[in-house]
T-cell receptor, first 115, second 113 residues
Framework: AQTVTQSQPEMSVQEAETVTLSCTYD???????LFWYKQPPSRQMILVIR??????QNATENRFSVNFQKAAKSFSLKISDSQLGDAAMYFC????????????FGEGTQLTVNP | KAGVTQTPRYLIKTRGQQVTLSCSPI?????VSWYQQTPGQGLQFLFE???????NKGNFPGRFSGRQFSNSRSEMNVSTLELGDSALYLC????????????FGAGTRLSVL
């Protein structure tokens, strides 16, 4: 079975600084997708960024980028120029190519942004 | 375009009762997935429906069931409620192809007393 591990239950960053959230996963599959979702206090799960395993290039979305290391099964999220609105719980998630829409989530990292 | 809509937002039930939660996906989306979120177990996959058929099922007891209608709206039912069923239930919709992004609703907060 696939597992996703986020070893940092809590992280904090100063506004305008950069922070990196860690995620590792375990799978025997070669084709899969990795995601970072953000869940603010409103509870709405919002997609931050997506990475397809067959793509070597790391995904970027504005201030958000990932460091995808397929051999090491590592998928970290870097948030640059942190803003107060980035404060939320961040979940790393895995989806097999052939499993429909089923996501396996990590435990989450609570990010605090200090002014 | 309207997002994923879950109703009700909050629900309070007592042990032994049953409950039905509803999820209306984004227009055009044919896949609906359900997740349970608790502080102890985190986010766990319940099941996925695609074109009215259950395509995937998580490791939950038979008290948890669901269905999907021809308009892609989905309902989730929990019978004989237990205290441990208290959770945030999230619904997500997508077009249904593996590449597609899933969009989540705001969830239904169920409290079992």
């Amino acid at each position: 079975a696939q597992t996703v591990t986020q070893s940092q239950p809590e992280m904090s960053v100063q506004e305008a600084e950069t922070v990196t959230l860690s995620c590792t996963y375990d799978t025997s599959e070669s084709d899969y997708y990795l995601f970072w979702y953000k869940q603010p206090p409103s509870r709405q799960m919002i997609l931050v960024i997506r990475q397809e395993a067959y793509k070597q290039q790391n995904a970027t979305e504005n201030r958000f980028s990932v460091n995808f290391q397929k051999a090491a099964k590592s998928f970290s999220l870097k948030i640059s120029d942190s803003q107060l609105g980035d404060a939320a719980m961040y979940f790393c998630a895995y989806r097999r190519e052939t499993s429909g829409s089923r996501l396996t989530f990590g435990e989450g990292t609570q990010l605090t942004v200090n002014p | 375009k309207a997002g994923v809509t879950q109703t009700p937002r909050y629900l309070i039930k007592t042990r032994g009762q049953q409950v039905t939660l509803s999820c209306s996906p984004i227009s055009g989306h044919r896949s609906v997935s359900w997740y349970q979120q608790t502080p102890g177990q985190g986010l766990q996959f319940l099941f996925e429906y695609f074109s009215e058929t259950q395509r995937n099922k998580g490791n939950f007891p038979g008290r948890f069931s669901g269905r999907q209608f021809s308009n892609s709206r989905s309902e989730m039912n929990v019978s004989t409620l237990e205290l441990g069923d208290s959770a945030l239930y999230l619904c997500a919709s997508s077009l249904g192809v593996a590449k597609n992004i899933q969009y989540f609703g705001a969830g239904t907060r169920l409290s079992v007393l």
